[in-house]
């Protein structure tokens, strides 16, 4: 069983949805949680970062965190075609060593 | 502020050869990560540096290696190169004194070997 489990997809929503994506992780060791984007040919853009239980939000995005189910979700408001892209989820252990989800690809049809 | 720098962007090898990768980070940013990434196996972190020491390693073997420079930049070495090799190389840079801050990311090298 991989340590950070996340859905590939493929994704696909129309303009305006609210996107939900979601990993499930087995350590509760991980104290550190990030969501990362990723286009095609270009590494990955640090999205949110939290540490914390609960809600982090920051403009159309909202990561929340429920450590007690080992379960974490970013929430994409009113989404857009330019949001289409890969979306890593990220955990940091307490070696500070960063374990990534498998990434879901996100496709939004204008 | 210019983001992570890595060259060279693409790179083709051959089985048996060496190749050394490059990486400048954020101005000011002191921990360098190096992850490979490939179709199969996702992000997988090689190593991090912090003034010069490793201070953490993943699970490759040794002929993966890496150092760090005074300045910062980082260079990332692999020798005797395998077909298995071929991935996507990205380096990623924190402020890094504590080792829980946000990695930031470069675009990658990418590596195919012949």
């Known amino acids: 069983q991989k340590e950070v489990e996340q859905d590939p997809g493929p994704l696909s929503v129309p303009e305006g949805a609210i996107v939900s994506l979601n990993c499930t992780y087995s350590n509760s060791a991980f104290q550190y949680f990030m969501w990362y984007r990723q286009y095609s040919r270009k590494g990955p853009e640090l999205l949110m970062y939290?540490?914390?239980?609960g809600n982090k939000e920051d403009g159309r995005f909202t990561a929340q965190v429920d450590k007690s189910s080992k379960y974490i979700s970013l929430f994409i408001r009113d989404s857009q075609p330019s949001d289409s892209a890969t979306y890593l989820c990220a955990l940091m252990d307490s070696s500070y060593k960063l374990i990534f989800g498998s990434g879901t690809r996100l496709l939004v049809r204008p | 502020k210019a983001g992570v720098t890595q060259t060279p962007r693409y790179l083709i090898k051959t089985r048996g050869q060496q190749v050394t990768l490059s990486c400048s980070p954020i101005s000011g940013h002191r921990s360098v990560s190096w992850y490979q990434q490939t179709p199969g196996q996702g992000l997988q972190f090689l190593f991090e540096y912090f003034s010069e020491t490793q201070r953490n390693k993943g699970n490759f073997p040794g002929r993966f290696s890496g150092r760090q420079f005074s300045n910062s930049r980082s260079e990332m070495n692999v020798s005797t190169l395998e077909l298995g090799d071929s991935a996507l190389y990205l380096c990623a840079s924190s402020e890094g004194a504590m080792g829980n801050q946000p990695q930031h990311f470069g675009d990658g090298t990418r590596l195919s070997i012949l």
């Open positions: 939290t540490y914390s239980s």
